[in-house]
């Protein structure tokens, strides 16, 4: 099938939403490093939230390793119509929705002969109608994102360079623990259980985002040097106008 085979070779980009190939690690158009995703967090992307700094966060449908599915799920179906399922992954302002929603089609309920009798119901109609339109796309329509892994996560891209040097020796100790268990399969199982292996962990991306990181450290050193040098430039001039200034008045 054409359909099939489209989703097998091709992914959107979670910043721009460009499809791209699978076999390309860097969006062309908004320059993001797909392998970035696969060490990203979203216990940083919450923190982030929190402190009002949203710089270098993007919503994935690609949940992180610290994001769980059946917890996701079972917050979503016994406790989404409070939002717990969107406090969980840090989507705040959706959860606040939620349970805004939920508090007032409580209050809709407790008042319902008070609100009946303004305009012979009809407020008591709209309210009603809004309030289950905002519950069916923030609590039902969540559980079906949920259950076809569509639901955006948020998760936080800006790891420094121990976060990456950490994340690729856990990786490729892993790799050294799976790597000999294949040696006892036959040729053809350990083929393309070494190719899953190299896709899954992708050790090459990880070690061009370090080569990356800390070029851009030696930059940032070269800049703050150079700053540094022109400051005492600076300061040395002043003061050789200073002294001519002395000079001259002791001269007259």
């Keep these: 099938m054409k359909w099939k085979r ?13 499809k791209c190939l699978k076999s390309i690690d860097v969006c062309p158009d908004c320059g993001l490093s797909f392998s970035r995703l696969k060490i990203a967090t979203n216990r940083e992307a919450k923190n982030k939230i929190l402190r009002h700094d949203r710089d270098f966060i993007i919503r994935s449908s690609t949940l992180p390793s610290d994001v769980s599915f059946i917890k996701l799920l079972l917050y979503s179906i016994f406790l ?3 939002g717990v399922h969107c406090f969980y992954v840090g989507r705040y302002l959706r959860g606040a929705i939620t349970l ?3 508090v007032a089609i409580i209050l809709l309920t407790v008042f319902n002969s008070q609100v009946a009798a303004i305009n012979d119901g009809a407020l008591l109609g709209v309210l009603s109608t809004v309030c289950g339109l905002i519950l069916l796309f ?22 420094d360079i121990e976060q990456i040097n950490n994340s690729a020796k856990e990786q490729n100790e892993n790799s050294k623990e799976i790597i000999p268990s294949l040696k006892s399969s036959d040729e053809n199982d350990r083929v393309s259980k070494t190719k899953q292996i190299e896709d899954k962990i992708d050790i090459d991306s990880i070690e061009l985002l370090i080569q990356e990181g800390k070029n851009l450290i030696e930059q940032e050193r070269e800049c703050k040097s150079a700053n540094k040098e022109v400051d005492n430039k600076r300061v040395a001039k002043s003061k050789a106008e200073d002294k001519n200034k002395t000079n001259s008045g002791e001269n007259r």
């Design 80 to 82: 989404g119509i409070f």
């Design 100 to 102: 805004a929603d939920f």
């Design 6 to 18: 489209a989703i097998n070779e091709y992914q959107y980009c979670p910043r721009c939403g460009l």
């Design 138 to 159: 923030t609590w039902v329509w969540d559980i079906f994102m949920i259950l076809f892994k569509k639901f955006k996560v948020p998760v936080a891209i800006d790891l």
